[in-house]
């Protein structure tokens, strides 16, 4: 029996979900004004809802929209409401408004955020869309929305978030009843279900119980998670180590050892899973293994991840721990500050080098992820300033630009057009999803009592398979939270058309309208994965005209491209893409609140990184860690001139022109370059004379591969 939690539809509640917690639930309740008709809820009601009032600082037309607060109908809780936008088709006018017609086939969206607690209406104006607030507060209006191609509603959900509204005593379920009493015609229209990140945990459950209720409110016609948190935080978080690092090597400097390190952790704590093609078998029910130290660090990693993300906590705890590694960086100490760095970082791989082969770091456990960030943000250039953004590998800035809309919809004016609630203020994120503050003594890392929806995905998808509901699952291929590889383990553990996951591999490209690669496509048996190349966890963020191009093609359409029939695969196979990773891009995005640079990572860099992952890769399980590996360290006495020069340009890669030594005393000249975002460059020669505290084991390349490790701070350095 699974927990029901608050959700959309008009169901027997499960009290269990409920629960109170640690902290009471803010009393708020929906404003009634001018206008609202009395009586239950009908077409007469949209004259109401019709968005009229001009919106502040937004310019221009927008389509006919709607927006406010319905109940769910708990019984006893008026207060228990959910906050809605909706947009007419663009172009179109009258389509939310048409009578019912069982004949009418328009398609209608219902976009769902995940958080868990975040308001809907933060993809509305910063992802997919119809206005998009910038960073420095001005609005613009998107080219791409999704309301291009159909009705599309956003939703503040669950109660309480956004501007959704929830009394002090309790959570409830049933708004999609209510909305089609308002709008008739999308009770026989076919419904689209869509979101990203948490809500691969609500729309499976929306999903199951519109499949267990009798005359469901609406007709479902496909599901599409981006994403998702389909699994367990072990699966979906921190399996996913390895690939993130394959995905993005310049993480971990292009470290061997680093790389080999987290390899062997991985393997440790029982998470690299074979997949294959067709699965052989089930997967055995991941451990997520606790930090066995007691200190400070430890404990800051039962916060959830996401929602230290989404809040200042991540940062402050970054930056917290990096100024009591480094402490405060003087201007006229910097170059001692990337000593120290290079320092820090050589005594962490000894540390490592004192854990017994075969054991599990104690200061981290399994919790692989937390442990790449910290390694990045105190020894890998640009993240080193103090960020990392969990959402987007390559986004290192910090802090990063913020887009937020709080000051427009808590705006009396934007208020009064949304008919929004005057008890609340619209926040981004909402603290009690689950009736508590991430009750960690109840369900998963957010207190969500509710299981993980891949235990009952595969009765859903037999479920779905037998009222003709696809579903779609997508990923961008720079996202760390919720990396792609944990999506890939759920499909070959789920069972959809009778079969165990995918049968071939997903190795079939597509393309956006210019031509352009966009991805990785696979489909078989009702069920479609997609991957995109470039784009973060908020895949429409990043690749807005790909996100239109998929839901086009891919969602609202039927496009074969991907799909087995038979012993061939439409669209056909690409053995480069057969990998178990997709290379990222070579542009890391640094700077101050805004992007202010390009880091290019060189080819040779590259080349020599792929060269090094194919041999490394080749075995399975990991290599074991040796103290040898660990050991390898050295230290240029260059000087503080050369230093100086290359922080003064921010950011630049060191690549080795000539190399000339022996085993203790090497001379070498690097180019070091920097390009920025506008596409300028610098350059210069740097020569250096490097003495081997240690030599490197014979097995490791001595010079080139990942500059950093080998010559102190001369490796991806950058400004401070």
């Known amino acids: ?81 959910l906050f809605f936008w909706a947009f007419e088709r663009q172009g179109a006018n009258g389509t939310l408004t048409a009578p019912a017609d069982a004949n009418n086939t328009d398609p209608w969206i219902i976009w769902l955020q995940g958080g868990p607690g975040s308001s809907g209406m933060i993809a509305l104006t910063t992802e997919n869309g119809p206005i998009h607030v910038l960073a420095n507060g001005t609005w613009v209006h998107n080219n791409f929305s999704w309301n291009h191609l159909a009705d599309t509603i956003w939703v503040d959900q669950p109660v309480g978030t956004g501007f959704s509204t929830a009394d002090s005593t309790g959570y409830g379920v049933g708004f999609l009843s209510n909305l089609v009493k308002v709008f008739p015609s999308l009770a026989t229209r076919p419904l689209f279900l869509t979101g990203e990140s948490y809500a691969g945990t609500y729309i499976p459950y929306i999903t199951k119980h519109i499949f267990q209720t009798p005359n469901p409110p609406v007709k479902l016609r496909k599901i599409a998670i981006g994403d998702g948190s389909l699994g367990s935080q072990a699966t979906v978080e921190h399996l996913p180590v390895v690939n993130v690092i394959e995905t993005y090597p310049a993480v971990i400097g292009y470290d061997q050892d680093v790389f080999n390190y987290f390899r062997e952790q991985t ?40 929602g230290r993300a989404r809040t200042s906590s991540l940062q402050k705890a970054v930056s917290e721990k990096f100024a009591a590694t480094h402490g405060k960086r003087s201007l006229n100490k910097r170059a001692e500050f990337f000593e120290r760095r290079e320092e820090s970082r050589r005594e962490w791989k000894r540390d490592l080098s004192g854990i017994a082969n075969g054991s599990i770091n104690p200061f981290y456990g399994c919790f692989l992820l937390d442990e790449l960030i910290d390694y990045a943000v105190n020894f890998t250039f640009p993240w080193s300033n103090g960020g990392f953004d969990v ?71 037999a479920n779905a398979s ?13 996202d760390s939270l919720v990396q792609h590889r944990g999506t890939e383990v759920i499909i070959q553990n789920m069972t959809f058309g009778g079969v165990q996951g995918f049968s071939r591999k997903p190795s079939t ?28 966890h908020l895949v429409p963020e990043w690749k807005p005209a790909q996100a239109l ?17 038979g012993t061939i695969v439409v669209g056909g196979e690409e053995s480069v893409l057969a990998g178990d990773f997709l290379p990222g891009g070579n542009e890391i995005f640094f700077g101050s609140a805004a992007t202010q640079g390009t880091s290019t990572i060189p080819a040779a860099t590259q080349a020599a990184w792929s060269s090094f992952i194919a041999t490394a890769t080749a075995t399975h399980p990991p290599i074991a860690v040796t103290n040898g590996a660990l050991g390898t360290s050295a230290k240029g006495v260059l000087g503080m001139a050369v230093l100086a020069f290359l922080e003064h340009y921010h950011l630049g890669f060191l690549v080795p022109v000539i190399l000339i030594g022996t085993s203790r005393l090497i001379f070498r000249a690097f180019w070091y370059s920097r390009t920025t ?39 991806l350095i950058g400004k401070p």
């Open 549 to 565: 191009v998929f839901l086009r093609e891919f969602v609202l359409g039927s496009n074969l491209n991907g799909t087995v029939s």
């Open 466 to 478: 037998a009222a003709n509901v696809s579903i779609v699952f997508y990923s961008g291929n720079d």
């Open 509 to 536: 490209p597509w393309f956006d309208d210019a031509g352009e690669f966009a991805g990785i496509v696979h489909q078989e048996r009702g069920l479609a994965y997609v991957l995109f190349a470039g784009a973060g």
């Open 267 to 306: 393997h440790l704590c029982g998470f690299d899973l074979n997949l294959t093609y067709p699965q052989d078998g089930h997967f055995p029910t991941l451990n997520l293994v606790r930090p066995r130290s007691n200190s400070g660090l430890s404990q800051s990693l039962l916060e959830p991840t996401e």
């Open 391 to 461: 959402y987007d590998i390559p986004d290192a800035t910090s802090p990063e630009p913020f887009l937020n809309a709080s000051a427009f919809f808590n705006d009396n004016r934007t208020r009064a057009a949304l008919h929004a609630p005057t008890s609340k203020d619209w926040i981004r994120n909402f603290n009690y999803p689950f009736g508590s503050v991430h009750d960690r003594t109840k369900g998963n890392q957010y207190g969500d009592p509710s299981v993980e929806p891949i235990a009952f995905l595969s009765d859903l998808a």
């Open 677 to 715: 975002r506008d596409g300028r460059s610098a350059g210069a020669v740097v020569f250096e004379f490097v003495v081997l505290i240690v030599r490197p084991p014979a097995a490791q390349p001595m010079l080139g591969l990942h500059p950093e490790q080998e010559c102190g701070s001369l490796g």
């Open 1 to 81: 029996m699974y927990t029901l939690f608050p959700l959309l539809l008009a169901l027997a509640l499960c009290d269990g979900a409920f629960g109170q917690g640690q902290s009471s639930v803010p009393n708020t309740f929906p404003h009634a004004w001018p206008g609202q008709p009395n009586g239950t809820f009908s077409p007469a009601w949209q004259s109401y809802f019709e968005v009229t009032n001009k919106l502040p600082n937004i310019t221009g037309s927008l389509p006919r929209s709607f927006a406010g607060n319905i109940p769910v109908n708990r019984q006893g809780h008026p207060n228990d409401t």
